[in-house]
Nanobody, 126 residues
Framework: QVRLEESGGGSVQAGGSLRLSCAPSGWTFTRLCMAWFRQVPGKEREGIGQ????????RYADSIEGRFTISQDNANNILYLQMDRLEPDDTAMYYCAAERRGCVRRVPERADFDFWGQGTQVTVSS
């Protein structure tokens, strides 16, 4: 079982930045496909990007348009999502996800992941 603990959400004005953190436990950190998703009420959970923590480059959804960056701290077993130039449409609940079998496709889909964090709210005001 992989447990995921998220932190770092909050409120910010448009144009600002936030960094989300996800700390997995219960599995070797560098042997996970890890992803970030977001969801607004009434809509499907949207994949933002993912990375295989064993050393592959992160890949992102086109909708992010280069504003978000996934990185990892192997010493402390933390995955980050750096979000810059935030827009009101980025307001959502953000989730970290993990999968032990590896990354399946370029843009993560909800069905690909077995383990989820509790979510952290990001609110961007105009």
């Amino acid at each position: 079982q992989v447990r995921l603990e998220e932190s770092g959400g909050g409120s910010v004005q448009a144009g600002g930045s936030l960094r989300l953190s996800c700390a997995p436990s219960g599995w070797t950190f560098t042997r996970l496909c890890m992803a970030w998703f977001r969801q607004v009420p009434g809509k499907e959970r949207e994949g933002i990007g993912q990375v295989y923590t064993g050393g592959e480059m992160a890949r992102y959804a086109d909708s992010i348009e280069g504003r978000f960056t996934i990185s990892q701290d192997n010493a402390n077993n933390i995955l980050y999502l750096q979000m810059d130039r935030l827009e009101p449409d980025d307001t959502a609940m953000y989730y970290c996800a993990a999968e032990r079998r590896g990354c399946v496709r370029r843009v993560p889909e909800r069905a690909d992941f077995d383990f989820w964090g509790q979510g952290t709210q990001v609110t961007v005001s105009s």
